[in-house]
């Protein structure tokens, strides 16, 4: 079996359906063919005291037939249904795992009224804490028990809601009080008879295997703060449905014995992330599989989930594998006493996550006591704790960050500019849990990870490719660089005054335009925002691999400076730069692709040599595919690390797969970053750094679910108020990705208007569209209230409600839900929200229904008279290259061309706009950028428009750089441009 990598041929050329690689492989039965399923849930609780799953097809159970002796377990009770059975829509929800304590609390209120209310939903819950170490078995099977043992009719007794209550307080405790760290272990046992299995004598524990889960479960060890909780599992499904409902779980344990590939496509399972994608598929596959490959598929479906939990093996077998070896951190032989090492190692796996070398080296070294006798007077707060003055400023911060500040790179510290200690490690850690080749921390933020990147590789006269709506570090970047843009124009929205992506079409049309023209060998590299400020995402494979088809060794860098959550999710990474990366490269290595590839290498192979437009017009049409052999894999992620993880500001990473990046662009690399990397970076940025990649891969899986949850949450409380929506709402798919971008999924939107219900995220996500949307970007829509994004900002969330947003459009407010939202700030901006709607309600009352002529007026403003954003014009003859068809220029020159004032001179927009209009040439001298939309609307060197000029006008924005209003447009005088 080839991991992780599959290939479906259709049998047309230029058309495939690719594996989900990493993400699952390609679904070969329907569910409805899938035979014998299982439930879901470990625990099977149809079969439980009267529980019955009425419809449902599967097999019986499988739990032993002396069931009903087992702890806390009674013989069958036949359950009166409740009037009102408990349905998928009660969820106020999204995901079940994030729901557990909404659930408990559900529980609580119900079994009040009656037991009978509380049955439906307490088999619910049954079922999802059956992946859940706490509250445990025992105490689910003793709640059970006494739950349907009860009078339906009656209130639920005293002991049973002080049990309830034990629970809740779980829920309620804040992290930090919490006394340790408590994670979960997922065993699949085989049998079923192994959670039971409770051996009297020494010597019946010897030789039988099962016994070191119960062991394993009770052990306390008092050298670490450490708390492990054993969930147990009895089906290849099982396992995986684990994985995606129960983050807690680090560590899996699987028994290589008979694997049951049965499941249940059940109520639970429409709650779980991206089901039919990530579980079906894999138990297709493993049903396909002999009997001794299913172990090798399970291994690889649970590093496709979480890459970051260790898998250990309890097997007889020779792990030889390159699934298992690859992919298993350590096997034990069943005979053996091993249960001491494997508690062990499960301990170390976890410690090695939570490890975090250089804010450890930085605490050891506060701690010590230093004489500083160097030139940082701050360094350990010395000049701080002798000043008469500053007693305020060290009570703000507190004593540990200036006994933190230091310039030693010795004593355990090491230099950022050329570490061999504990930053090497931390970045090297790094690497690993974003899935690298190198990762390299970056302390003034992504602006100089980008400088950083495009200086390393592109050298003056080389044609990038770039998204003119990226951020002005590109810019700025290639002036530095001596890069020629081609700038990119994304697809526009007019009516929201913003940009999307850039189509997969502009791009290779401007590829094959330089191949035609002779000029490909000089375009280096493709610059692309993924996600963008506004949520639109990649289908980053595709990209690539359709670059790659044309320009074999093409760089990528994929500028994620919003976007580093996504690492740590499996439906997001897919459309990561490192992630696609990784897939990509597995999918070159395959005999399916590389078959594949030759046969549409050799069905089209003269269209690429062809220099006829007319050919190339048909390759934009066509799904291309590489040259396996030619294919260079050379991919540059940027994140701002401190906009979506747990860092301080300017805290941010680099992170490389470059097939040449060893013996060729190393040493470019590092002049490049010596460049632009302080002599004196901040210890506590690399320090947040060290921890925010720490958190991530011991709870980043979990924190992305939540965000999603709360994203999702929003949306739907949001959308279904008809209150709420008669003057605001939250743009959807189909209003910022057009329908011939979305193709595959035909995705309209995450909320049904119609059906008042929410779509699942993932169908879009997993498809082969060309974009879709990232849940977490929430655009609020602003028309309806006749206010601008930034009067409804200022105005209204800021200064009434005390919610803080950072992006606006014309007509519109981003929201953005991230690792440290919480359900009580969701709640809190949805209450303002309708806050601010019932002062608009009031004041239409009081108007007796008509607002004023200057609001409708207003209102049809923001609504229909929409600014047209301007496309790329093309630079100044002066400044192109003679033999070129494509529209890149020498930014560099017209830049400092510019700092000479006698070249240029100032024109106000009316003027310039008639001597335009008179036929006369105008050319930009800097980059002038409107905030908003905060993206350059003329460079160095470019053609000024009229569409330009007008779009400029028409802005109701204070904020333009490169502009002075007073002195009006700078540009270049005719003879400065002279050829």
């Known amino acids: 079996m080839s991991f992780n990598t599959s290939i479906v041929v259709n049998g047309t050329v230029g058309e495939r359906t690719m594996s989900i690689g990493e993400f699952g492989p390609p679904l070969v039965h329907d569910v409805d063919e899938l035979s014998s399923p299982l439930l879901a849930s470990p625990v099977q609780p149809e079969h439980i005291n009267g529980f019955q799953k009425g419809g449902k097809k599967g097999s019986q159970s499988s739990l032993p037939s002396s069931f009903s002796d087992r702890p806390y377990s009674t013989s069958p009770l036949v359950v009166t249904p409740p009037p009102a059975m408990f349905q998928l829509t009660d969820l106020d929800g999204y995901f079940c795992s994030t729901q557990r304590p909404s659930l408990w609390h559900r529980v609580e209120r119900l079994l009040k009224e009656s037991v009978g209310c ?120 099982q396992v995986l449905i684990a994985m995606l409902v129960n983050a807690r779980i680090q560590s899996v344990v699987l028994c290589d014995n008979s694997i049951n590939t049965d499941h249940d496509h059940g109520d639970l399972v429409n709650h779980v992330l991206a089901y039919k994608h990530l579980i079906k598929r894999w138990v297709a596959t493993a049903q396909t599989n002999p009997a001794g490959e299913i172990i090798s598929t399970l291994v690889a479906a649970v590093k496709s989930i979480r890459p970051e939990v260790d898998i250990f093996l309890v097997t007889e077998r020779i792990v030889d594998a390159l699934e298992l070896y690859a992919h298993v ?222 320009k074999p060794d093409l760089v990528f860098l994929w500028d994620e400076a919003w976007y580093a959550y996504a690492a740590f999710n499996p439906v997001l990474r897919k459309r990561t730069g490192m992630g696609a990366a990784r897939l990509l490269a597995r999918l070159l290595k395959t005999d399916e692709y590389r078959a ?32 396996v052999d030619d294919a260079v894999l050379r991919v540059y992620c940027t994140q701002s690390t401190h906009k979506s993880l747990t860092a301080f500001r300017q805290g941010s990473m680099i992170h490389i797969f470059d097939q040449r990046f060893r013996g060729g662009a190393e040493m470019a690399f590092h002049e490049a970053y010596y460049t632009h990397t302080s002599t004196s970076p901040n210890y506590q940025i690399l320090a947040s750094l060290d921890a925010g990649r720490s958190q991530m891969q011991l709870e980043g899986f979990e924190f992305v679910l939540e965000m999603l949850e709360h994203a999702m949450y929003l949306r739907k409380h949001a959308g279904e108020s008809e209150f709420i929506t008669k003057w605001l709402w939250f743009l959807d ?43 977490t970007r929430l655009t609020l829509y602003t028309a309806a209230t006749g206010l601008t994004g930034h009067q409804f900002k200022v105005d209204w969330l800021m200064n009434k409600c005390g919610i803080q947003i950072n992006k606006t459009s014309r007509n519109s407010v981003l929201f953005q839900t991230n690792i440290g939202t919480s359900f009580s700030s969701v709640a809190y901006l949805l209450q303002s929200i309708r806050k601010c709607v019932h002062e608009f309600a009031v004041t239409q009352e009081e108007t007796g229904g008509n607002l004023s002529v200057l609001w409708q007026k207003k209102v049809r403003q923001l609504k229909e008279d929409h600014t047209l954003l301007p496309d790329f014009t093309a630079f100044h003859m002066a400044l192109r290259h003679q033999d070129s068809l494509g529209p890149e220029g020498d930014m560099r020159r017209a830049f400092y061309l510019a700092y000479d004032e006698a070249n240029c001179e100032y024109l106000s927009l009316r003027e310039a706009k008639a001597l335009i209009q008179q036929g006369k040439q105008l050319t930009a001298t800097t ?53």
């Open 118 to 237: 509380a049955l439906a939903t307490w088999r619910y819950l049954y079922e999802v804490e059956a992946f859940f170490g706490e509250p445990g078995f025992e105490k689910m099977q003793k709640l059970n028990t006494m739950i349907t043992q009860s009078d339906p009719e009656s209130e639920a007794s005293e002991e049973i809601m002080d049990e309830i209550s034990d629970v809740l307080e779980t829920f309620c405790k804040p992290p930090r009080f919490s006394g340790g760290c408590a994670f979960d272990v997922l065993v699949y046992a085989g049998d079923p008879e192994a959670r039971y299995y409770k051996p009297n004598t020494v010597e019946q524990r010897k030789g039988r295997a099962e016994t070191w889960i119960e062991e394993l479960a009770s052990d306390e060890s008092p050298t670490t703060k450490l708390r492990m909780n054993v969930v147990c599992v009895y089906s290849f499904a």
């Open 596 to 627: 594949q590839s030759a046969n549409f290498w050799t069905q089209n192979e003269l269209l690429f040599d062809s220099m006829d437009e007319a050919d190339h017009e048909r390759l934009l049409d066509m799904r291309l595919l590489p040259r």
């Open 733 to 775: 798919v189909a209003d910022l990705i057009p329908a011939e971008y979305r193709t595959d999924s035909r995705c309209t939107g995450y909320w049904d208007n119609e059906g008042c219900v929410i779509r699942r995220f993932e169908d879009c996500w997993m498809s082969d569209d060309e974009f879709v949307l990232d849940p």
């Open 329 to 550: 951190r350590r096997s034990f032989f069943p005979t053996d006493d091993f249960y001491a090492e494997l508690r062990s190692a499960i301990i170390g796996g976890v410690q090695a996550r939570q490890k975090m070398p250089f804010f450890t080296a930085l605490t050891q070294y506060a701690a010590r006591p230093i004489g500083v006798f160097h030139a940082l007077a701050i360094s350990r707060g010395s000049s701080l704790l002798k000043s008469h003055w500053l007693g305020e400023f060290v009570d703000f911060y507190g004593i540990n960050i200036f006994r933190a500040e230091s310039s030693a790179t010795c004593g355990g510290l090491d230099s950022l500019l050329d570490p061999t200690g504990s930053l090497k490690e931390a970045q090297q850690l790094a690497s690993s849990a974003f899935g690298s080749a190198h990762t390299f921390f970056v302390t003034n933020g992504t602006s100089t990870a980008n400088k950083i990147v495009i200086q390393a590789l592109v050298i003056p006269g080389d044609i990038v490719l770039v998204d003119r709506d990226c951020h002005k570090s590109h810019h700025y970047g290639l002036v530095h660089a001596g890069g020629w843009p081609c700038y990119l124009d994304a697809y526009p929205l007019h009516q929201y005054l913003m940009y999307g992506g850039v189509s997969l079409r502009e791009i290779k049309s401007k590829l094959l335009l330089y191949k035609r023209c002779g000029m490909l060998h000089r375009v280096k590299m493709l610059i692309l925002t993924n996600c963008t400020f506004d949520g639109i995402v990649y289908n980053v494979v595709r990209v690539m691999e359709e670059c790659l088809a044309i």
């Open 927 to 979: 980059f002038t950028i409107p905030y908003p939309p905060g993206f350059p609307v003329l460079v160095p060197g470019q053609l000024v428009s009229v569409g330009v000029l007008d779009f400029m006008m028409k802005l109701d924005v204070k904020e333009i750089h490169g502009f002075d209003s007073d002195q009006g447009l700078r540009v270049f005088k005719e003879e400065a441009l002279v050829p």
